[in-house]
């Protein structure tokens, strides 16, 4: 009886994994694994194969570095607010928490178009840096852009689940430190920084992979300049109709992500290097 | 755990129950249009004159975004405005029916010169709508040029200057013509010698762009936009520091067109939609509102002196060397190729 309520329980859990999921991704299969000769569909390479040329290589090397740079701000610009989240010393704590979430309730697109406005030539920021004296920049329509946007969006993501990996981390094993003589430097590497390794794992899966992926950032705050895997497959589904192609990239782009989550897996894997 | 197991199946089987329902007795008209193309307020009329009727809006950016959307299946649409060429795709694959002329007696009212095109000779399948040309959008204040030719947004002295269209056709179409070949052109070595003008034109360009140039332009974000006549005609009103240029090498001339999808679930609402809009008020307040030219002779005669005499509805002698794009049938892969290629080495 308990197993049949677990059953129902888990139901739709199961049931929006198959659908939203493993069906969508069965089709991305079909679609990059066949070709179309008229009416007889069949099993082909060549949608991968038109991939392995220099300029798509070079577009996907592109998302990777840009993705690979606002991950590591993230890690670096997330790692201490994760820790005045998670300690005493900051009294204002839910507010602080609330501040970060709240950005997150706003439409993703309607973020990414605010920032269009406040960063174009004419826009607020320029406005007041030109009331300054200091003059106007450009700052949209190049990588750094690119990368802000990413940033940005994503920063949350890091921030959390570090968050709660070092919430988790007992008091006791940081009191039972300090009365064995280590300092707050010797805890940190020794003692916090190990045991938050799980949530900074899945902070970098959570904002590389967007990132890599990502298409809208990059039109709007790369002016379409900066192209980006991400903008390469949206063409294929919505203006080039090539479905087929565009399937057989996000599928080349899931195993280099694949790849990628797997190295610093196994790098952080070694305790060793993780107890340094 | 038996309890939760219920209580949480009956919640999920009353949701998804009440999701189906849609217990209206309204019929809902799904309406597919290109963004920032219509007086929205026109919806709201014909609600009010057809209470049973809830109309369904929706917007896309580009010809080829709707097709794919169109071919994609998933959702039905009742009418769609697409322009020209698109027409001319959707009727050779089968994807249109033929109207019923009966049920739009306001079609009279449509210019002839807007009638038997190319891409539905017999006027069968298609009600113009709006049409226009494309052109360069400029901030006077910021660009002298005498004459404009497709060739000024590749002058190398307006760096970072130009906003491009994020559109195949236009941006190919233009730059063929620039190189003095057709905006139709299917030959393989003139669409790579163009491919390759326009990556040499990338020091120029200040972003691509579709709808959102519109307001870039109006904040004077940029000196020069590649635009369609009825959405500078809008940016115009909005910025009197703007004006327009048609290319002197001969431009692009277009007609949107209302359209009934084979798969439409209400055609005769559909096509009442389509008379509609047809009605001279209606037109009227389409073309005030959006800026494009309208073919319908009722709402041009309403039109200020001074709209009549600008560049919307420029002289024959333009609109007759002007090209209109052709559906490129079995070449649509060479373009798609070509512009798949552009954009990776941007």
Redesign the interface.
């Known amino acids: 009886?308990?197993k049949?309520?677990?059953a129902?329980?888990l139901?739709?859990f199961v049931l929006w994994m198959v659908l939203l999921i493993l069906v969508p991704l069965a089709l991305i299969a079909y679609y990059a694994f066949t070709k179309s000769d008229g009416n007889i569909l069949q099993f082909s390479f060549e949608n991968f194969k038109s991939f392995i040329?220099p300029?798509?290589l070079?577009?996907l090397a592109r998302s990777l570095k840009l993705s690979l740079i606002a991950t590591a701000i993230c890690l670096f610009a997330g790692y201490p607010v994760a820790m005045i989240l998670a300690g005493n010393t900051f009294k204002k704590k839910a507010l602080l928490l609330v501040l970060f979430i709240a950005p997150m309730w706003m439409n993703f697109l309607l973020r990414t178009y605010a920032w269009?406005t406040l960063l174009?030539?004419?826009g607020v920021i320029n406005t007041i840096l030109d009331a300054l004296g200091l003059g106007t920049h450009?700052f949209?329509?190049n990588e750094n852009a690119v990368v802000f946007g990413m940033v940005y969006n994503l920063l949350p993501y890091m921030i959390f689940p570090i968050y709660s990996s070092i919430c988790k981390i007992s008091p006791n094993i940081l009191e039972a430190a300090e009365d064995l003589g280590s300092n707050a430097y010797t805890r940190f590497t020794r003692i916090i920084l190990p045991l938050s390794i799980p949530g900074v794992l899945s902070g970098i899966t959570m904002v590389f992979v967007p990132g890599v992926t990502t298409f809208v950032i990059s039109?709007f705050l790369g002016?379409?300049?900066v192209?980006l895997i991400g903008?390469?497959i949206e063409?294929?589904?919505?203006?080039?109709?090539?479905w087929g192609?565009g399937a057989a990239i996000s599928i080349v782009v899931m195993i280099v992500v694949f790849i990628c989550m797997w190295i610093i897996n196994r790098f952080t894997d070694e305790p060793e290097v993780t107890m340094l | 755990m038996k309890k939760l197991a219920i209580l949480l199946s009956i919640v999920l089987v009353a949701l998804s129950l009440s999701a189906c329902g849609g217990n209206s007795d309204r019929i809902t008209l799904n309406v597919y249009n290109w963004g920032e193309y219509i007086d929205e307020s026109v919806l709201d009329d014909f609600e009010a004159k057809y209470p049973n009727i809830k109309i369904n809006y929706e917007t896309y950016a580009d010809n080829e975004t709707m097709y794919t959307k169109l071919k994609g299946g998933g959702s039905s649409y009742d009418v769609l405005i697409p322009s020209d060429y698109m027409i001319a795709r959707l009727i050779d694959e089968d994807l249109l029916q033929k109207l019923n002329f009966d049920n739009i007696p306001n079609y009279s009212y449509i210019d002839d010169k807007y009638k038997g095109w190319s891409y539905d000779p017999e006027n069968e399948y298609s009600v113009p709508y709006m049409w226009g040309t494309l052109g360069i959008l400029y901030d006077k204040t910021k660009v002298s040029e005498k004459d404009f030719t497709w060739n000024t947004l590749f002058d190398p002295k307006y760096e970072r200057s130009v906003l491009m269209k994020n559109d195949m056709r236009d941006t190919l179409g233009l730059t063929l013509k620039s190189l003095g070949y057709s905006m139709n052109s299917t030959s393989e070595k003139e669409l790579k010698e163009a491919k390759e003008k326009l990556i040499a034109q990338k020091p120029n360009v200040a972003g691509r762009v579709n709808d959102e140039g519109m307001d870039k332009m109006i904040a004077g974000e940029a000196p020069m936009a590649v635009m369609y006549s009825g959405d500078a005609a809008y940016c115009i009103s909005e910025n009197p520091d703007l004006d327009f240029a048609i290319p002197s090498d001969g431009t692009n001339y277009f007609v949107d067109a209302m359209v009934i999808p084979k798969n439409a679930e209400h055609k005769e609402e559909a096509e009442l939609f389509i008379n509609f809009m047809c009605e001279t008020e209606t037109a009227l307040k389409n073309a005030l509102e959006i800026g494009y030219s309208t073919p319908h002779t009722g709402a041009y005669e309403e039109l200020p002196e001074k709209t009549k005499k600008s560049f919307q509805y420029p002289d024959d002698a333009i609109l007759e060397s002007a090209e209109v794009y052709s559906y490129l049938k079995d070449k649509t892969d060479l373009y798609d190729k070509i512009w798949t290629d552009f954009i990776a080495s941007i």
Do not use: C, Y
């Open positions: 009886m308990k049949l309520g677990k129902v329980v139901f739709p040329r300029d798509l070079l577009v269009l174009e030539g004419t450009t949209l329509g039109q002016s379409g300049n192209i903008d390469i063409q294929q589904f919505t203006r080039a109709s090539n192609f």
